[in-house]
């Protein structure tokens, strides 16, 4: 018998979190139930320091709410407020509208509140690394020695440290080339950074250059001063306690 009571017990801390959440609302009329659930979502978004999933806020409503259309209602109700409701990185994150950066700037001397910050006692990107994070995010899964081919200068471990300490980028597979260096890719805190939902957000690489805008002349042409790697090679280019 107490074998049965205990396999009746919730496993952890967040089946018992769930248990004491109603989500179904059945008691409710339907307009009542639809507005608990927009403020329950609005409230979880609001409270999260990063960007919420799906699958997060349906642990908060019914099984048969539209999430998305949810969204849309909260959306329209923050239309006349500074802030609004964004999707980013594969969730949903209040941010501040870019038309208050200047006051938010004013304020604080930086643009805290917009969701663009790069995280606790991080500092903003210098021209070499932001050019060397956007190769990354364009040619991704590449290597530091494809990107040293690229800009025609080392590209130096210093620099792919500091762009993996703020967490924009990552380790990715090995590539087949000798030595199976490791490759680079970005990672959802460079979405959520940028103000992305996914990759496919990044503007069209071949548009920007058609335009004129953007091209592998200019690249090479900025003032990219990498420095020097430590080594011969992408083979010694192992992770240790996260950067390289």
Not at 17 to 36: A, D, F, G, K, S
Not at 40 to 69: D, K, M, Q
Not at 177 to 184: F, K, V
Request: charged fraction near 25%.
């Amino acid at each position: 018998m107490a074998e049965s009571v205990r396999a009746e017990r919730p496993r952890d801390k967040k089946d018992v979190q769930r248990m004491l959440v109603e989500t179904e609302l059945e008691h409710l009329p339907p307009e009542l139930r639809w507005r608990e659930w927009m403020g329950r979502v609005e409230a979880v978004i609001f409270a999260a320091a990063e960007p919420v999933t799906r699958e997060t806020l349906a642990r908060v409503v019914g099984r048969h709410c539209n999430i998305e259309l949810i969204i849309d209602d909260i959306r329209a109700e923050l239309a006349g407020r500074p802030y609004e409701l964004v999707s980013v990185a594969g969730g949903w994150q209040h941010r501040t509208k870019k038309a208050f950066g200047d006051v938010i700037r004013a304020a604080f001397g930086t643009a805290a509140g917009q969701g663009a910050d790069n995280g606790p006692g991080s500092k903003p990107l210098s021209q070499s690394e932001a050019l060397v994070l956007m190769c990354i995010a364009y040619f991704q899964p590449i290597t530091r020695g494809e990107l040293s081919s690229f800009f025609g200068k080392e590209v130096s471990r210093d620099l792919i440290g500091v762009l993996r300490s703020q967490d924009l980028i990552a380790s990715g597979p090995r590539s087949p080339q000798p030595g199976a260096p490791y490759t680079y890719v970005t990672t959802r805190a460079f979405l959520s950074h940028f103000g992305f939902d996914t990759l496919r957000d990044l503007p069209d690489f071949e548009a920007l250059e058609d335009a004129g805008l953007l091209s592998k002349e200019k690249l090479l042409a900025g003032d990219i001063t990498v420095g020097l790697a430590s080594g011969d090679g992408d083979e010694a280019d192992v992770p240790e306690d996260g950067l390289l």
